[in-house]
Every structure is written in C-alpha cells, then in structure tokens.
C-alpha cells in the first residue's frame, strides 16, 4: 500500500503548494483521493499513469478539493480513454460536471459514472475481491466525508514440500489456499496450518479531511495503519477550529490515540504558517508516531 501526496494544503493553490489530493495504491489499483487545482499536472510530477484511474473519490464541494475534476476528466477525453471512470461523493457532484461538460460540448468519449453520497452514517461504496473502501462521515460546513480503505485478507501461502510429503493431488492446491483442511484417502485429514504458511496482514488507510474534532470517528477506524487526519491551525489559533469547522494538529493526534492508529500523517495546513514542522512537533506531545504531509512525498504504508 503506497500513498502518493499530491497536494496537501488548504484553500488556495500557491506557487509552492497545492489544495488537497493524493494517490492510493493498493494491490495493483490506484485511487484517486480529492482533486484540488493542479491534481493533473502534480501526476505527471509524481510519474503516476492517468489510465489507471478508475475510481476517484471525492470528499466534499469545497473548491480546494474538486475543482481539478473536470479539467482530468476532460484530459482524460483529449487522452482518448476508453475504460469506465467511477466518481464518488456527494450529492450535487455530477450536475456540477455535467453542466460544464454541456456548455463546452465536450461530452466524453468514456463511460461516466457518478455515486452520489447523502448518508450521514458509514456506508461501503466500493467493493473488489481485493479492496473495499467505506464513508467516514465528517463534521464540516458542507456535506463531507471521509474515506476508509481496507484491504481484503490475502489468500494463504501454500507450503509445497507439505504438500508432497502427503501425496496431495495439485487440483487441492486452491483449496489449500483457501484455508481448507485435505482429507487423504486413508481417511486422515490434515490441518491447513500443515499445509500452509499465514499470508501477510491486511491493511488498512484513512483519510478524514476536512473536519473539526470529531469522537465519532474513533470506532469506525480502530487499529488502522495509517490515518491522514485534517490539521488546519496549531494550537495557537484553535479559537478558530469552531467557526471554520477545522483541526489542531493536536486534536488530530488526539483522534490517532483514540482509534490506536498505527500511524498518524497531518495534511490540510493553512497557508498562514511557513513552517509545517511545528504541526509535527504539536502533535507528537499527544502522538508518537505523526508525520508531516508535503506535495510530492511518499508513505509506504
């Protein structure tokens, strides 16, 4: 699981700096979480293929975090894609696409789809045999969520030389993988644990901008590997979380205590500050493992 950081700030684009989107990779798919000013031209920045963007998810209408959307989507037209491309997030998100795509007469040449999100409560919107990802529902000015990715568990490991030791046929082997017990012929059943090695741990990855504290969140993503976690202010302008509806980076350290995150990463800084570094060190009095979001870094999840 890799998370590519394309953007990470709010409210405007700077010449340094960009609004908020970021790449998740995970078993050999690639989604696209918001898509502030720039997402396109910060892809190409990160070398990261356009055409394995079938899902993008959206967390809410607030422009620093849509209002890329319709310039990839009609890049991605000029790009002649063919495959289906599935847009997820709140009501109101395809009238806003489509008006644009009808007035430019720049229909696309692709499928595409929009799932439209009003629930105020935790709902899966999207599901594989590898990955399935759930609404985290925000407390913001607007309608927002957030979004939790968890891996499906991975088949077990077959151990071969078990396998011959026991004579077990090959037609058995996906069996094995499955987790399923073999009874020989002989009437002997052996355990899968014999005939197989425990696969890795699934993981998992939560992105919650933008909200302002919010209890709420801690039992829908306990022991998550990593969580992205909006901190807008430091504690020194935490009067203002209330009537923007944002959070401390403490507050956010707070929340990654609270669900026992395994690691804690803070996005979504305001531009007042010049160094980000301070949002690090405020949140690590309350949580050890946090590290800093920039344009263009990498975490290994």
């Avoid at 959206?58 to 495959?83: A, C, E, P, V, W």
């Avoid at 012929?185 to 992105?207: C, M, Q, V, W």
């Avoid at 507050?251 to 804690?264: D, G, S, V």
């Amino acid at each position: 699981m890799k998370l590519t950081i394309l953007g990470c700030y709010a409210a405007t684009p700077r010449s340094m700096t960009n609004p908020t989107s970021q790449v998740l990779e995970i078993r050999n798919r690639m989604f696209l979480i918001d898509c502030g000013e720039g997402t396109q031209v910060q892809l190409r920045k990160n070398k990261l293929r356009f055409s394995k963007i079938n899902h993008i998810f959206i967390s809410h209408l607030h422009g620093d975090h849509f209002y890329g959307l319709i310039g990839l989507i009609s890049t991605f037209s000029l790009l002649n894609r063919k495959t289906d491309l599935h847009v997820y997030g709140p009501k109101g998100v395809k009238e806003i696409i489509l008006l644009q795509l009808r007035l430019s007469n720049s229909w696309t040449g692709y499928n595409l789809y929009f799932h439209e999100l009003n629930s105020a409560e935790p709902q899966l919107v999207f599901e594989d045999d590898k990955v399935k990802v759930t609404t985290l529902p925000l407390k913001h000015r607007v309608y927002t969520n957030g979004f939790l990715f968890e891996e499906k568990p991975f088949e077990r490991k077959l151990n071969v030389a078990a396998a011959e030791k026991y004579g077990i046929d090959v037609c058995y082997y996906q069996k094995i993988k499955n987790g399923g017990d073999i009874t020989l012929e002989n009437g002997r059943t052996i355990p899968n644990a014999e005939l197989s090695f425990d696969p890795p741990a699934p993981k998992s990855y939560a992105f919650c901008s933008d909200t302002m504290y919010n209890e709420d969140l801690v039992p829908l993503m306990q022991s998550v590997d990593a969580l992205y976690h909006e901190s807008t202010f430091l504690e020194s302008e935490k009067h203002l979380c209330e009537p923007t509806m944002h959070s401390t980076a403490k507050q956010a350290a707070a929340i990654a205590k609270a669900a026992n995150a395994k690691q804690l990463i803070l996005g979504h800084f305001s531009t007042r500050y010049d160094d980000i570094d301070n949002f690090k060190q405020e949140a690590a009095t309350v949580f050890e493992n946090v590290e800093v979001a920039d344009d263009g870094k990498i975490f290994e999840i």
